[in-house]
């Protein structure tokens, strides 16, 4: 089975302030992290994924596969930041390919 | 084109209606997608269609009867549903299934009396 596990349900930071939403997991094979991020009344949309290695708005995830982690990083946190942020992982082959979300971490960046 | 379009955006509907989601998407993804998701809380995934067939249907209620007419289009027929089903329906695409980014609709908020 799948799982990902986001430890912090709120994280509140002062803008320029370094940020990391922690994201863990849980898959016996080769996985694919994704970070998802879901302004206010926006709809949900892909961050960043491992295996592109992109910086993406500053953000940045390295896939720890001995601490089986994936958290989010970025150096200055943004007002326009704030916004819901999801792991996901993505098994291989057959029906572990399904997108497992963790349940997801609001960051708020105050002024 | 490169979004995911959904409608309606908000449906109220009593337990004894029938009612349609539609969504659409012309990327030229062969995968699509529902899910379900309550305030607060992240997607669940409910059905995956693979071009054109069901693949994946996470033990969702009959009630709930997904239908891909066309490798552009995804419905989801709701019948007799419960005020538990209220929530925001989420369709999504992608290039084939795997491993691939999911693009994301806006949501039909679904409200059941």
């Known amino acids: 089975a799948q799982r990902v596990t986001q430890p912090e349900k709120l994280l509140s930071v002062f803008k320029g302030a370094p940020v990391e939403l922690k994201c863990n997991y849980s898959?016996?094979?080769?996985?694919?992290l994704f970070w998802y991020v879901q302004y206010s009344r926006q709809r949900l949309q892909l961050l960043l994924r491992?295996?592109s290695r992109e910086s993406i708005k500053g953000f940045t995830a390295d896939l720890n596969k001995g601490e089986t982690s994936f958290h989010l990083k970025k150096p200055f946190a943004q007002e326009e930041d704030s916004a819901m942020y999801y792991c996901?992982?993505?098994?291989?082959?057959?029906?572990?390919?399904?997108?497992?979300f963790g349940k997801g971490t609001l960051l708020t960046v105050n002024p | 084109d490169t979004e995911v379009t959904q409608t309606p955006k908000h449906l109220v509907m009593g337990m004894t209606n029938k009612k349609s989601l539609k969504c659409e998407q012309h990327?030229?993804?062969?995968?699509m997608y529902w899910y379900k998701q309550k305030a607060k809380k992240p997607p669940e995934l409910m059905f995956v269609?693979?071009?054109?067939?069901?693949?994946i249907n996470e033990s969702v209620p009959s009630r709930f009867s997904p239908e891909c007419p066309n490798s552009s289009l995804l419905n989801l027929h709701l019948h007799a549903l419960q005020p538990e089903d209220s929530a925001l329906y989420l369709c999504?695409?992608?290039?084939?299934?795997?491993?691939?980014?999911?693009?994301f609709g806006p949501g039909t908020r679904l409200t059941v009396l």
């Open positions: 999504a695409s992608s290039q084939e299934t795997g491993r691939d980014e999911q693009f």
């Open positions: 269609y693979s071009y054109e067939k069901l693949s």
């Open positions: 990327m030229g993804h062969r995968a």
């Open positions: 491992h295996i």
């Open positions: 898959y016996s094979g080769s996985p694919e």
């Open positions: 996901a992982l993505s098994g291989a082959g057959g029906s572990n390919y399904k997108l497992t």
